[in-house]
């Protein structure tokens, strides 16, 4: 039997190579996607948007198509910097000098075939870069502070009358799971308008701080009183009130009491017809307010004797 084994191997080596030899010089048809790459001039700015990818069917022997699916160099190039006018190109017409087909090769069908170039004055504006990252948190966590991008914006250029309706560009979409640690690394901008748009920005880092979420209760916050006229005095009932913020549980054991304040304006009492006001409380960035206590607040106005 083992004297045998490498007679049969060789045989089943054989067989495979018969099969693919009568296999590959059989005639197949063949779908491809190619990248589309647009160069333009440093004047050109294009009006309408080019697709990024060419679709064609191929027909030939499976030898031939093989090596176009071997090929790495395998892309549509435009160059649009010689074109001094509006202009219609024939895709088809030069399809096999472009791709390097091989003239054994058949074209069956080819989209789009022509594509319309039309130029237009350049416009250079910075915009800023939305943030398509999504943060699930793990129960009892919470993203401390705002996220951060760098950098937070982007300068584009291209056809005034398109980059003059863009707002903004956003990153593309990622999602983390059950998070309860900082989050941080780098994310591509969504990609949408690459042949028709120039950007000084392709990647930005992004940073997320997250902490274990905890609450902090600052009793006695004295209501401060502003704008009041020397003639005047305004008493306030109660003049002091709790305030409850919630935060990283770090961020929260380095925050001071001082930091927390309480303010009402003269004229919103003065113009009050309720018979109290509500007072506006400032607490450190990256906390969130949850409540104050009371919420309203009565009020004495005196004249100055």
Same mark, same amino acid.
């Given at each position: 039997?083992?004297?045998?084994?490498?007679?049969?191997?060789?045989?089943?080596?054989?067989?495979?190579?018969?099969?693919? @030899?009568?296999?590959? $010089?059989?005639?197949?048809?063949?779908?491809?996607?190619?990248?589309?790459?647009v160069?333009?001039?440093?004047?050109?700015?294009?009006?309408?948007?080019?697709?990024?990818?060419?679709?064609?069917?191929?027909?030939?022997?499976?030898?031939?198509?093989?090596?176009?699916?071997?090929?790495?160099?395998?892309?549509?190039?435009?160059?649009?910097?010689?074109?001094?006018? *509006?202009? #219609?190109?024939?895709?088809?017409?030069?399809?096999?000098? #472009?791709l390097?087909?091989?003239?054994?090769?058949?074209?069956?069908?080819?989209?789009?075939?022509?594509?319309?170039?039309?130029?237009?004055?350049?416009?250079?504006?910075?915009?800023?870069?939305?943030?398509?990252?999504?943060?699930?948190?793990?129960?009892? @966590?919470?993203?401390?502070?705002?996220?951060?991008?760098?950098?937070d914006?982007?300068?584009?250029?291209?056809?005034?009358?398109?980059?003059?309706?863009?707002?903004?560009?956003?990153?593309?979409?990622?999602?983390?799971?059950?998070?309860?640690?900082?989050?941080?690394?780098?994310?591509?901008?969504k *990609?949408?308008? $690459?042949? %028709?748009?120039?950007?000084?920005?392709?990647?930005?880092?992004?940073k997320y701080?997250?902490?274990?979420?905890?609450?902090?209760?600052?009793?006695?916050?004295?209501?401060?009183?502003?704008?009041?006229p020397?003639?005047?005095?305004?008493?306030?009932?109660?003049?002091?009130?709790?305030?409850?913020? #919630?935060?990283?549980?770090?961020?929260?054991?380095? %925050?001071?009491?001082?930091?927390?304040?309480?303010?009402?304006?003269?004229?919103? %009492?003065?113009?009050?017809?309720?018979?109290?006001v509500?007072?506006?409380?400032?607490i450190?960035?990256?906390?969130?307010?949850?409540k104050?206590?009371?919420?309203?607040?009565? @009020?004495?106005?005196?004249?100055?004797?």
């Amino acid at each position: 039997m083992k004297k045998q084994l490498p007679i049969l191997i060789a045989s089943l080596i054989f067989a495979v190579a018969l099969w693919s @030899y009568v296999s590959l $010089s059989q005639s197949y048809s063949l779908d491809l996607s190619i990248p589309l790459e647009v160069k333009t001039g440093k004047s050109q700015a294009i009006t309408e948007d080019i697709p990024s990818s060419i679709d064609l069917t191929v027909k030939g022997k499976g030898w031939d198509l093989l090596s176009v699916l071997v090929s790495e160099d395998l892309k549509y190039s435009l160059d649009l910097s010689k074109l001094k006018r *509006d202009s #219609r190109i024939s895709t088809e017409q030069f399809v096999s000098e #472009r791709l390097n087909l091989k003239p054994e090769l058949t074209l069956v069908s080819i989209n789009p075939d022509t594509i319309n170039i039309e130029f237009d004055k350049i416009l250079e504006k910075t915009v800023p870069i939305r943030n398509n990252i999504k943060i699930n948190l793990k129960e009892g @966590y919470g993203i401390v502070g705002k996220p951060e991008l760098t950098p937070d914006s982007v300068t584009i250029s291209g056809s005034a009358n398109i980059v003059s309706k863009i707002k903004f560009i956003p990153t593309e979409t990622r999602i983390f799971e059950n998070v309860n640690s900082a989050v941080t690394g780098t994310i591509a901008l969504k *990609d949408t308008l $690459s042949n %028709i748009l120039k950007s000084d920005v392709k990647f930005v880092d992004f940073k997320y701080s997250i902490q274990l979420s905890a609450e902090k209760t600052v009793e006695d916050v004295i209501v401060a009183i502003d704008g009041v006229p020397e003639d005047k005095e305004v008493l306030l009932i109660p003049p002091k009130v709790s305030v409850s913020i #919630r935060g990283g549980v770090e961020l929260l054991a380095g %925050i001071s009491p001082l930091e927390i304040t309480a303010s009402v304006n003269f004229e919103t %009492i003065e113009s009050d017809t309720l018979g109290f006001v509500v007072p506006e409380v400032a607490i450190p960035d990256e906390t969130n307010l949850l409540k104050s206590e009371p919420q309203k607040l009565q @009020y004495i106005i005196k004249k100055k004797l």
